[in-house]
């Protein structure tokens, strides 16, 4: 993550942000994965009409997407923060660093669902997990308890937190647990 930023960026409003990625996310129902290749997430609304939330607290908008896209398997959008008081409020943490996590809530049009010991349909995941083929963002949230903490305010495509080494083992060794239990 980018720890230092720019007077300009400082007094500015606006903000880049990751707002997804491909990490797995355990659910009740088992891993998923929110796929990132082309054609996988649909953007138009996010660029149309979207919104920055605290908390997914659809009446504590603060801010607006200006713009969304996907880079190095990440969704990623410039957001400008309002000048309300709820809205100065999460800017303020946002600017000192307290507030640096993000969120999405997206609707899924089409899983693949890919079984312990298999491989995704394109290879580029090992199962058991579920990932979200065809999803649209519905809003990005600043959040203070995020589901994926390698998405945030400053963490670019460049600047990817990737889980480490001992993480993916520790996934790794979680996925041979199921396995053996079916």
């Known amino acids: 993550m980018r720890e230092e930023a720019s007077p300009e960026e400082k007094n500015s409003r606006r903000r880049t942000i990751s707002f997804s990625s491909e990490a797995p996310y355990r659910r009740f129902y088992g891993m998923e994965i929110l796929d990132h290749g082309d054609g996988a997430v649909d953007l138009s609304r996010l660029n149309s009409v979207g919104v920055v939330l605290f908390n997914h607290d659809v009446d504590k908008v603060v801010g607006r997407v200006i713009r969304a896209w996907v880079e190095h398997n990440r969704g990623m959008a410039e957001i400008e923060f309002d000048s309300d008081e709820d809205a100065e409020k999460v800017f303020s943490k946002v600017q000192a660093g307290t507030l640096k996590t993000t969120s999405v809530r997206y609707m899924v049009d089409a899983w693949e669902e890919v079984k312990a010991g298999a ?55 979680k996925n041979k647990m199921e396995v053996s239990r079916t």
Request: glycine fraction near 10%.
């Open 119 to 173: 491989t995704s349909a394109d290879g580029r995941f090992q199962g058991p997990c579920q990932i979200a083929r065809k999803w649209t963002p519905l809003e990005v949230s600043i959040v203070s308890v995020p589901a994926d903490a390698s998405v945030g305010v400053g963490r670019d495509a460049g600047t990817q937190a990737d889980l480490s080494l001992w993480e993916r083992q520790v996934q790794v060794n």
